[in-house]
T-cell receptor, first 117, second 111 residues
């Protein structure tokens, strides 16, 4: 079974631009969660989607948004990029919504490394 | 919120050595996972271990939920074991289950 895939793997943008990242979960998984990893803050939860609905959200500004499609693929968008948005963005998939059902193992993709100049 | 502390932050060993990584958490949790982040950034699932002991080859993990800690053991280390090891706990926060990560242990295995 194929793992979680993320595209693109690397991205360079300038301040003020916007960016869209894509995540395809493991076949059969219906939940996708997004995380931001930076050297200073570590791994931080962004949001979680299940059945095309945002179920859970972390403490990030409204510039960060996402959506999920009927095939469970998810995209996240960051508008008006800032230097501090440079990070590794990871998505994780799970069978059901971790926000509602505990004991739910999550599997991560390879990440998208975003650099904002 | 819940605090997840990993120790040591850095560990440098020679190939063939054994190591123990620790994860302490400040409150009860529903789930605990150990991950290995490879040099390319991908988080590889090692163990899904809310309690008890599991083994997978040279790696094993033990979680004592009542005492709020988990240990990851690596025996006969190899250079490919290098990377950052994270533990993550799942906790009900503001009505939703959330995965909270520790800061990681950076393991370097020298040949």
């Amino acid at each position: 079974k194929a793992g979680v895939t993320q595209t693109p793997r690397y991205l360079i943008k300038t301040r003020g631009q916007q960016v869209t990242l894509s995540c395809s979960p493991i076949s059969g998984h219906r939940s996708v969660s997004w995380y931001q990893q930076t050297p200073g803050q570590g791994l931080q939860f962004l949001f979680e989607y299940f059945s095309e609905t945002q179920r859970n959200k972390g403490n990030f500004p409204g510039r960060f948004s996402g959506r999920q499609f009927s095939n469970s693929r998810s995209e996240m968008n960051v508008s008006t990029l800032e230097l501090g948005d440079s990070a590794l963005y990871l998505c994780a998939s799970s069978l059901v919504a971790p926000s509602r059902v505990p004991h739910n193992e999550q599997f991560f993709g390879p990440g998208t490394r975003l650099t904002v100049l | 919120g819940i605090q997840v502390e990993q120790s040591p932050p850095d560990l440098i060993l020679q190939e063939g050595a054994n190591s123990t990584l620790r994860c302490n958490f400040s409150d009860s949790v529903n789930n605990l996972q150990w991950f290995h982040q490879n040099p390319w950034g991908q988080l590889i699932n090692l163990f899904y271990i809310p309690s008890g002991t599991k083994q997978n080859g040279r790696l094993s993990a033990t979680t004592v939920a009542t005492e709020r800690y988990s240990l990851l053991y690596i025996s006969s280390s190899q250079t490919t074991d290098s990377g950052v090891y994270f533990c993550a706990v799942e906790r009900l926060i503001q009505g939703a289950q959330k995965l909270v990560f520790g800061q990681g242990t950076r393991l370097t295995i020298n040949p």
